[in-house]
C-alpha cells in the first residue's frame, strides 16, 4: 500500500467534477478530478486549497485549508497590485 501526501488546489469545475492541482513543495506534479460532491463544503470554490492523501491512487482524506486558501489568495493580490504599480519603462513610453 502506497500512501501520498500532496497540497491539492481547485482549478476548476467542469460540469459535476472539480479538477484539482496536486502539488508537492508547490509545484503541480498530478491532477485529480473528484466529484463535487465529494468537496468539503467550504472548499466548493475554485482556488481553494485541500490537503490530500492518496492511498494506491485513491483519495482517502481530503480537507480544507482555509489558512493556506487565503494566504495564497493575499500573495496573488500582492502581486497584482505591485505589477499594476509598475511606472512603464523608456520603451513603453
Do not use: C
Amino acid at each position: 500500500m502506497t500512501t501520498q501526501q500532496f497540497t491539492g488546489v481547485i482549478d476548476r469545475f467542469e460540469e459535476e467534477l472539480a479538477v484539482i492541482l496536486l502539488e508537492v513543495d508547490g509545484e503541480v506534479v498530478d491532477e485529480i478530478a473528484l466529484d463535487r460532491s465529494e468537496l468539503p463544503t467550504e472548499a466548493a470554490h475554485p482556488d481553494a486549497v485541500l490537503e490530500v492523501t492518496l492511498t494506491d491512487g485513491e483519495v482517502t482524506d481530503l480537507s480544507y485549508d482555509p489558512v493556506e486558501t487565503t494566504d495564497r489568495k493575499e500573495r496573488a493580490q500582492s502581486r497584482f497590485d505591485r505589477l499594476a504599480e509598475r511606472p512603464p519603462d523608456d520603451e513603453e513610453s
